[in-house]
C-alpha cells in the first residue's frame, strides 16, 4: 500500500512543525515568517513526505508523487532531497533517510490558522520573493572555530581579492568549518547572498550540476541542467557560493566553477576539497593541523596555547567528561600529537574520555581505528569513526596510488623521493610510476611534503597507521619489508665515507632525516651535529636484521616477510 494517493489535492490547511510554516495554496514554505527559496519538485517531494505523516515514502512512491507519469533516474530523488535539507539548514534532519526503503519527515507537524499577513479581502495578495528572501542557507554557527584565528583571517583576505580560493586538507583537518566561517564573515559584501552547495551527499557526479542547481534557486529542465546554463543564470548576480566537499565530484565542479569564471563576473566561489580543482584563477589553501603542545607541556597555560589542546579540552567538557589540564596535561598532550592535530580525530578521542578518562585514551591510542568510533550521530557517514574518514580517501584514489600509499607505510618519518622510489616500486610499478603517484598522493592531502634543501615527504602518523594495516591485508608485503631492508642497508654503507669528504654538512641537509629515522629505530645516536656516527659494522648489523625494528609485527605475513630478508641477507 503506498504511503499516500499521487493524486490526492494538497490541503487546504496551512501546516507548522518547529518555527516553519507550509502554505500548500501558494506552494510557500517559509521560516519563521520568511520564504525560503524550494524548487518545484522540491515542494512536490516535501509535501509528499509530509503528507505521510511520519510514515516512510518508498523512492518509487516519491518518483510517482514528483514526476508522475515520467521515466527518470533514481538519482533524481537524492538532488531533491538534498535541496530539501540544504534548505532546512540547521533543521535538515527533518527529512530522514531510512536505508533500504525510503525517506521519512520527522517534524511534529500541526495545522494552524493562515496568518492576516498573508491574505486580503477577495483572495491572496502576491508575495515578490526576490525582496524578502533570505539571504543565504549556510547552518547556524554550533560551535565556535577553535585554534583558526590565523588561518581564518588568511583566507578570508585570499577570498576577499580572489575570485575562486581551494580549502585543500587531510580527511577531517576542518575545511568546510573553516569555509563556512568565511563565507559568514564575508556576507555583507554579497547584495544576492552567501549559499552553500553540500556535494557530500551526491552519490553520482551526474547529480553535481542538479545539487548545485538547488542551492542556487535555479529551476532548469533534468535535459537542460549544464554548468554553461547554471552560470548564465546567474550571470547577473553579485552572489559568494560555496562548493563544499567536491573531491568525489571533482570534474563536474571544476567545470562549474570555470564557468562562473567565465561568464558570471559577480560570482565568487569557496570550495572544500581533499584536492584541488586544477581550475584557472584558482588560489589554493591548505588547512593545516591544529597546533599541538610539546611534549613536556605543563599545567593549563601550556596546553591552552595549543588549539589541538583547547579543542580536546571543549569537546571533553561538552561531553560532561572529567578531565583536568593540570593533572592530565602530559596525557592531553600526547594526545594531540599522536593524532596529528586532525580535528575530527581529536574529537572523537574527546568522546571517549567521559567512559575512559584522560589516562586511559591516551594509553590506547595507538589502537586508534577501534578507539575512535563515536561520532555524532548525526554526521556525515564518514566522519562518525577515524576509518570511515580515511576509508573515504583511500577509496577515491587509483589502485596504483593505494599501492603505493600502502607500501610508504613502512617510512616512520620522513623520507626521500629516491626512498620512494626503491621501496614503493617494483617490476610493475616503475619509478616514474612512483614519481606520479607521490605526487597525486600529496595533491590529495595523503602524503606532507616538506623543502629543507631537497623535498621529503612524511605520512602523518593516522595515515601511516592505516597504510600498515592495509599493506598487511595484501599481497607483496615480504617483498617491500626486504626492499625496505636493502634499501636501508645501501643507505648507511654510503654514510661513512660520504661524511668522510667535506661539507658534511651538505650531506647532512639531504639525507640527516633518514639517518635519524633509523636511528629512532635502533635507539641509537642519530648521524648529525653534536653526534658520534655510527661505525659501519653497526649500520650493517641493522640492516642484516630489518626484524629486530619490526614495522610489520601486527601480522603473521609481516613477520614472515622480516625473517626472510634477515635470513637472505644474514647467509
Known sequence: MKAFDVERSAPAETMAFGCYEVVPQRRELLAEGQPIRLGRRAFDMLMGLIEARGSVVSKDDLMARVWPGQIVEENNIEVQVSALRTAFGPSRHLIRTVFGRGYQFTGDIRPIAASPAHSVTGGWIAIQPQSILPRTNLPEQSCGLIGRDDALREVSHLAASHRFVTLTGFGGIGKTRLALAVARQLMPQFPDGVWLADCSSVADPGGTFATIAAALGVELPSAAISAQCIAQRIAGRQLLLVLDTC?????????????????????????????????????????????????????????????????????????????????????????????????????????????????????????????????????????????????????????????????????????????????????????????????????????????????????????????????????????????????????????????????????????????????????????????????????????????????????????????????????
Not at 563536474?252 to 559577480?266: C, D, M, S, T, V
Not at 599481497?475 to 654514510?495: P, S
Not at 648489523?541 to 644474514?570: I, M, W
Open 247 to 571: 573531491e568525489h565530484v571533482i570534474a563536474p565542479a571544476a567545470e562549474l566553477a570555470e564557468a562562473l569564471l567565465r561568464i558570471a563576473p559577480g560570482v565568487r566561489i569557496i570550495a572544500t576539497s581533499r584536492e584541488p580543482l586544477n581550475v584557472e584563477g584558482e588560489q589554493i589553501y591548505q588547512v593545516r593541523p591544529l597546533a599541538v603542545p610539546p611534549e613536556h607541556a605543563e599545567g593549563d597555560d601550556d596546553l591552552l596555547r595549543h588549539g589541538a589542546a583547547r579543542l580536546f579540552l571543549e569537546r571533553a567538557h561538552a561531553a560532561q567528561a572529567y578531565c583536568s589540564p593540570d593533572q592530565s596535561a602530559a596525557a592531553i598532550a600526547a594526545i594531540c600529537r599522536r593524532l596529528d592535530g586532525v580535528p575530527l580525530a581529536i574529537e572523537l578521542a574527546a568522546a571517549r574520555v567521559a567512559a575512559l578518562g584522560v589516562e586511559e585514551v591516551a594509553a590506547r591510542i595507538d589502537d586508534r581505528f577501534n578507539l575512535l568510533t563515536t561520532g555524532r550521530r548525526t554526521a556525515l557517514r564518514r566522519h562518525q569513526t577515524l576509518r570511515a574518514m580515511l576509508d573515504w580517501s583511500y577509496e577515491l584514489l587509483t589502485e596504483f596510488e593505494r599501492v603505493i600509499l600502502r607500501r610508504l607505510g613502512v617510512f616512520t618519518g620522513a623520507f626521500s623521493l629516491e626512498a620512494a622510489v626503491a621501496v614503493a616500486g617494483d617490476a610493475r610499478i616503475v619509478p616514474g610510476d612512483v614519481v606520479k603517484c607521490l605526487s597525486n598522493l600529496v595533491m590529495k592531502s595523503l602524503v606532507e611534503i616538506k623543502f629543507e634543501g631537497t623535498a621529503h615527504y612524511r605520512l602523518l602518523e593516522t595515515t601511516r597507521a592505516y597504510a600498515l594495516e592495509k599493506l598487511g591485508e595484501s599481497e607483496g608485503c615480504e617483498q617491500v619489508a626486504r626492499r625496505d631492508a636493502e634499501y636501508n642497508r645501501e643507505f648507511v654503507a654510503r654514510a661513512e665515507p660520504e661524511l668522510e669528504i667535506p661539507p658534511a654538512v651538505e650531506w647532512l641537509a639531504d639525507h640527516g632525516t633518514r639517518s635519524v629515522t633509523l636511528a629512532q629505530r635502533r635507539g641509537r645516536p642519530s648521524i648529525g651535529p653534536g653526534h658520534s656516527p655510527w661505525s659501519l659494522p653497526e649500520v650493517q648489523s641493522y640492516a642484516d636484521h630489518p626484524g629486530s625494528r619490526a614495522p610489520f609485527s601486527n601480522t603473521r605475513s609481516r613477520k614472515l616477510g622480516l625473517r626472510l630478508v634477515s635470513t637472505e641477507q644474514a647467509a
